[in-house]
């Protein structure tokens, strides 16, 4: 069974400065996704960015982008310029390629991200 | 488009009653999933469905717990003989996809809390 560890239980970050959440996954499939998503306080889980396990390429979206480490089971999501509205719990998920997407996503245990004004 | 909304968002009930919770993916989505969140955990794959088929099921998934997706629009989540281990918050995901790829949209959630 795959299992996804977020060894971070909260951080913080002055706002517009960069923060790095770290995330390290096992796995022994070669195929497979991994996710971060977002989810503020008392709302819902929304995603932030994607990786496809056979991209080499780190996948970027705007101020957000990864440190995909695949030898070393490893996906980071570095925050540039932070944001109040970056804070939230941010989880690491995994996801099998092998079943054509009957299998849910697998989830880390959460970072709490918090923006000094 | 209106996202995935879940109803009721707050369940209050006390222990050995049955709740039911119901999901309304996003319209032509045509995966459904169902999740649990405890306090201080991320989400856990409760069950999936492709269309109105259930194919997918968690060791999670006692059988006290039932789902079900008629005609592959909304679905909907049982628990009968609700235990206080069952407090937690239900999430429930949509997407629409034929392979791996597709990203799954989550709704806010039903709290459930057993007394």
């Known amino acids: 069974a795959q299992t996804v560890t977020q060894s971070q239980p909260e951080m913080s970050v002055q706002e517009a400065e960069t923060v790095t959440l770290s995330c390290t996954y096992d796995?022994?499939?070669?195929?497979?996704?991994l996710f971060w998503y977002k989810q503020p306080p008392s709302r819902q889980m929304i995603l932030v960015i994607r990786?496809?396990?056979?991209?080499?390429q780190n996948a970027t979206e705007n101020r957000f982008s990864v440190n995909f480490q695949k030898a070393a089971k490893s996906f980071s999501l570095k925050i540039s310029d932070s944001q109040l509205g970056d804070a939230a719990m941010y989880f690491c998920?995994?996801?099998?390629?092998?079943?054509?997407?009957?299998?849910?996503?697998?989830f880390g245990k959460g970072t709490h991200l918090i923006i000094q004004p | 488009d209106t996202g995935v909304s879940q109803d009721p968002r707050h369940k209050i009930t006390k222990r050995g009653q049955n709740v039911t919770f119901r999901c309304d993916p996003i319209?032509?989505?045509?995966?459904l999933y169902w999740y649990r969140q405890t306090l201080g955990q991320g989400p856990e794959f409760l069950t999936y469905?492709?269309?109105?088929?259930?194919?997918?099921k968690s060791r999670l998934l006692s059988d006290r717990f039932s789902a079900e997706r008629p005609k592959g629009s909304f679905s909907t989540l049982e628990i009968q003989r609700t235990e206080q281990g069952d407090s937690a918050m239900y999430l429930c995901?949509?997407?629409?996809?034929?392979?791996?790829?597709?990203?799954?949209?989550f709704g806010p959630g039903t709290r459930l809390t057993v007394l």
């Open positions: 995901a949509s997407s629409f996809g034929l392979s791996g790829t597709d990203t799954q949209y």
């Open positions: 796995t022994s499939e070669s195929d497979y996704y």
């Open positions: 990786q496809e396990a056979y991209k080499q």
């Open positions: 998920a995994y996801r099998s390629a092998m079943r054509g997407g009957a299998d849910g996503l697998t």
């Open positions: 319209s032509e989505h045509n995966r």
């Open positions: 469905f492709q269309n109105e088929a259930q194919l997918e």
